[in-house]
């Protein structure tokens, strides 16, 4: 017994010591005089940028890009052979001509020769109707005297079928004629309306041929430019039934600043086998009189005014995900994820329907793929839509 006790003892003594130890080293639970406590560090939460969504209304405008085209454009060909004998000054690639104007001549002393043969031919066929006509009236004459009755055994006794040979050869001589006469004229090459040079390949002293080609013409009157639009584009669009009398559109060039005003032209009513989209048909008249001048194969951003759209929501692009969705913030800086309905897709703005299904509360303007609904996140920067209530948004979206 002696001896259990004093193996208590011992254990008992040696407990002491260490906690004696632990308390003189590491302090007490209450922040005595040892060491002060670890200090509660705070629970963090993932930052957002948000948007807060203001619904109202707005004037759709569709953006869409296209080629500048003359609406008039020709090879120029001779239409007659020969040399070349004269070429206008200002037939040179570059310039302007007005219709009518003369570009260049070819030798037509082949042409006056064939228009006065056509002329004598012409003459000597009249000559011959005239005889066959006289000899049909006496011919008449000679049978009423006769006393016969009745008509000839033959139509060549009176002379009908020779009036009519002579007057076709007349008339076949007589189209001779306008032919050698058209030929002629052929031979100076005139502008046939209104035109830019583009390049030019006939030359003083060349001999052409019937269908050489001279020079490439574009028309100066009018430029237009096609623009395809996909079929979302076209809902925001008027009806062919409603279209404006004067649908101003407004260009942009891609390149530069500069800037025109033309107008809808005519819509395409087939839908293109390789874009899968349907075309809108923009014009600009006297292009190359405007200032700045609107150059033919300028790459052209086109903006069409569209519907007004009510009740819609205006958010940045970047808020809808691929899913076509977008995450908002509660009350309660949780996440909650929802479906968007698109409106339309403008440059770096979205607009959403606003059919009840979205709460009126912060939309996050970049989210992550990491994101979860139930999410707690802390509120960053906070924007205000762009678009007031009821009011029209006017100015001009960029694509970025």
Same mark, same amino acid.
């Given at each position: 017994?002696? #001896?259990?006790?004093?193996?208590? !003892?011992?254990?008992? $003594? ?14 007490? @639970?209450? &922040? &005595? ?14 930052? *957002? ?15 869409? =890009? ?27 690639? $570059? ?5 009518? @104007?003369?570009?260049?001549? !070819? ?10 043969? +056509? ?39 009176? =002379?009908?079928?020779?009036? #009519?040979?002579?007057?076709?050869? *007349? ?16 031979? *100076? ?22 269908? /050489? ?9 009018? *430029?237009?430019? /096609? ?12 009806? @062919? ?6 649908? +101003? ?13 033309? =107008? ?32 033919? $194969? ?48 403008? &440059?770096?703005?979205? =607009?959403?329907?606003?059919? $009840? ?44």
């Amino acid at each position: 017994m002696k #001896k259990i006790i004093k193996v208590q !003892i011992a254990a008992t $003594g040696v407990a002491a010591a260490c906690l004696f130890g632990a308390i003189s080293l590491g302090g007490n @639970a209450e &922040g &005595g005089p040892g060491m002060p406590p670890a200090a509660t560090v705070p629970k963090s939460y993932p930052k *957002v940028s948000t948007v807060q969504p203001v619904s109202g209304t707005f004037e759709a405008r569709i953006t869409g =890009y296209g080629e500048v085209t003359p609406v008039q454009r020709l090879n120029l060909a001779a239409e007659v052979s020969g040399k070349v004998v004269s070429v206008a000054d200002a037939f040179k690639s $570059g310039t302007q001509l007005k219709a009518g @104007a003369v570009l260049l001549a !070819i030798d037509d002393q082949p042409y006056r020769e064939a228009v006065a043969s +056509a002329e004598s031919a012409l003459a000597a066929a009249e000559v011959t109707l005239l005889q066959q006509q006289l000899n049909r009236t006496q011919a008449k004459a000679e049978w009423q005297r006769s006393g016969l009755s009745g008509s000839p055994d033959s139509q060549l006794a009176l =002379y009908e079928p020779q009036v #009519k040979a002579a007057q076709a050869a *007349v008339d076949h001589a007589r189209r001779t004629l306008q032919k050698a006469r058209s030929d002629l004229k052929k031979t *100076v090459v005139r502008a046939p309306f209104n035109a830019l040079v583009v390049n030019r390949t006939a030359e003083l002293g060349s001999y052409v041929q019937t269908g /050489t080609e001279l020079a490439a013409l574009y028309g100066t009157d009018q *430029v237009e430019l /096609t623009v395809p639009l996909s079929s979302t584009d076209w809902q925001n669009l008027p009806t @062919a039934s409603t279209l404006p009398a004067n649908w +101003a559109v407004t260009l942009h060039d891609t390149e530069s600043s500069q800037h025109w005003q033309g =107008y809808v032209d005519r819509v395409a009513q087939h839908i293109d086998s390789n874009t899968r989209q349907r075309a809108l048909i923009v014009r600009v008249d006297t292009p190359l009189d405007l200032q700045p001048p609107l150059y033919p $194969g300028t790459f052209i951003e086109a903006e069409i005014p569209g519907k007004t759209l009510t009740n819609v929501w205006q958010v940045p692009a970047s808020a809808i995900t691929r899913n076509n969705e977008i995450w908002q913030v509660d009350d309660n800086h949780l996440l909650t994820k929802q479906r968007a309905s698109v409106r339309l897709r403008m &440059g770096d703005k979205v =607009y959403l329907s606003d059919d $009840g299904s979205l709460a009126a509360t912060p939309i996050v303007t970049t989210p992550l793929g990491s994101y979860l609904p139930g999410m707690k996140v802390t509120l960053g920067n906070v924007t205000v839509s762009e678009m007031a209530v009821s009011s029209t948004e006017s100015s001009r979206q960029v694509t970025p």
